[in-house]
């Protein structure tokens, strides 16, 4: 033990560079200097490897070594056949998220998700051409045997989007354990302690959905409304009934002044000639109600002041 401690002193006090795993499928001297250099890091610490954390409890200690000792030597050989993903979405229209569950046919470990990318078509709002946008993820979560990942999405996910596992192209192990998102792991089992070797996971998953580009970008809801009274329970099931408006109704005379008063804000020019439309006889036949009359009115010079002339002159 005093050796040990010695040798790992040594190691500790030593700037080291060596190109670690360069023999990713063998545990040898050159993985244990790579041990060395993590141990007694936690999670977050600037020497964390998360490769060496054997037990993925998230520290690198002496449970972690005893499960490194044991492995030394060992010359891990791939799986086969090689890895297959599944992918199933779930989508929960009531909070407008998707589930996206990946089964993966061997064991993965998730170094970090932060270059995990999900990119899906969509329709630009303002020129309707499609295009793509990544999508921001809400949480990812790998089971207890590391084989089936579930992601959060906050929208919809159209068909043939396109989930990568890295970012990445040509992914390599160092040190600090942050360059894989997804690798897969191979190895044996000793009592609690697995050592594993690892590839990375270069691949991208292309999603199967119900949803067209158009329907995943019509459901994205940018902007909540905090008062869902203000909407129908058509709009809102859990909008409160709707009442009738209280107040007095609008005379002829003060819809006509609020009338004048909104409308001097917009037009000068032909004010008076807009205003005798109110008063127009052909127009208090069919609309008597003085609000009404006076919201009609009050399209003038907008989109909608066409639909002033065809109220007048049409048959209705």
């Given at each position: 033990?005093?050796?040990?401690?010695?040798?790992?002193?040594?190691?500790?006090?030593?700037?080291?560079?060596?190109?670690?795993?360069?023999?990713?499928?063998?545990?040898?001297?050159?993985?244990?200097?790579?041990?060395?250099?993590?141990?007694?890091?936690?999670r977050g610490d600037p020497n964390f490897n998360l490769v060496v954390d054997l037990n993925d409890d998230g520290e690198v200690n002496f449970l972690d070594?005893?499960?490194?000792?044991?492995?030394?030597?060992?010359?891990?050989?791939?799986?086969?056949?090689?890895?297959?993903?599944a992918s199933q979405i779930a989508y929960n229209a009531q909070t407008n998220t998707s589930q996206i569950t990946l089964s993966f046919s061997?064991?993965?470990?998730?170094?970090?998700?932060?270059?995990?990318?999900?990119?899906?078509?969509?329709?630009?709002?303002?020129?309707?051409?499609?295009?793509?946008?990544?999508?921001?993820?809400?949480?990812?979560?790998?089971?207890?045997?590391?084989?089936?990942?579930?992601?959060?999405?906050?929208?919809?996910?159209?068909?043939?989007?396109?989930?990568?596992?890295?970012?990445?192209?040509?992914?390599?192990?160092?040190?600090?354990?942050?360059?894989?998102?997804?690798?897969?792991?191979?190895?044996?089992?000793?009592?609690?302690?697995?050592?594993?070797?690892?590839?990375?996971?270069?691949?991208?998953?292309?999603?199967?959905?119900?949803?067209?580009?158009?329907?995943?970008?019509?459901?994205?809801?940018?902007?909540?409304?905090?008062?869902?009274?203000?909407?129908?329970?058509?709009?809102?099931?859990?909008?409160?009934?709707?009442?009738?408006?209280?107040?007095?109704?609008?005379?002829?005379?003060?819809?006509?002044?609020?009338?004048?008063?909104?409308?001097?804000?917009?037009?000068?020019?032909?004010?008076?000639?807009?205003?005798?439309?109110?008063?127009?006889?052909?127009?208090?036949?069919?609309?008597?109600?003085?609000?009404?009359?006076?919201?009609?009115?009050?399209?003038?010079?907008?989109?909608?002041?066409?639909?002033?002339?065809?109220?007048?002159?049409?048959?209705?």
């Amino acid at each position: 033990m005093h050796r040990l401690i010695l040798l790992l002193t040594l190691l500790f006090s030593t700037n080291i560079h060596a190109q670690t795993f360069s023999t990713p499928k063998t545990a040898d001297f050159e993985d244990f200097i790579a041990f060395a250099q993590s141990f007694g890091s936690k999670r977050g610490d600037p020497n964390f490897n998360l490769v060496v954390d054997l037990n993925d409890d998230g520290e690198v200690n002496f449970l972690d070594f005893v499960g490194f000792a044991l492995s030394f030597g060992n010359v891990f050989s791939e799986p086969v056949p090689p890895i297959s993903i599944a992918s199933q979405i779930a989508y929960n229209a009531q909070t407008n998220t998707s589930q996206i569950t990946l089964s993966f046919s061997q064991q993965i470990r998730i170094v970090t998700e932060t270059s995990l990318s999900l990119t899906r078509p969509s329709i630009n709002l303002e020129t309707g051409t499609p295009e793509e946008e990544e999508i921001n993820l809400l949480s990812t979560t790998l089971d207890a045997n590391r084989e089936i990942l579930t992601i959060h999405v906050s929208s919809a996910i159209p068909d043939s989007s396109r989930l990568s596992l890295t970012k990445t192209i040509f992914p390599q192990i160092d040190t600090t354990g942050t360059v894989w998102l997804i690798g897969q792991s191979y190895g044996v089992i000793l009592g609690l302690w697995v050592y594993n070797a690892y590839q990375p996971i270069i691949d991208e998953v292309t999603l199967s959905s119900p949803f067209s580009p158009a329907q995943a970008t019509l459901s994205l809801r940018p902007f909540a409304p905090t008062d869902i009274d203000l909407f129908t329970p058509g709009v809102y099931t859990q909008a409160s009934p709707m009442t009738p408006a209280s107040g007095d109704t609008l005379t002829e005379t003060t819809a006509q002044t609020a009338l004048e008063i909104f409308l001097a804000k917009r037009i000068t020019n032909t004010l008076q000639q807009t205003l005798s439309k109110f008063n127009d006889a052909t127009l208090i036949n069919k609309m008597p109600n003085p609000t009404l009359r006076a919201g009609l009115i009050s399209l003038t010079g907008t989109l909608g002041e066409s639909g002033i002339d065809a109220i007048l002159r049409g048959p209705f």
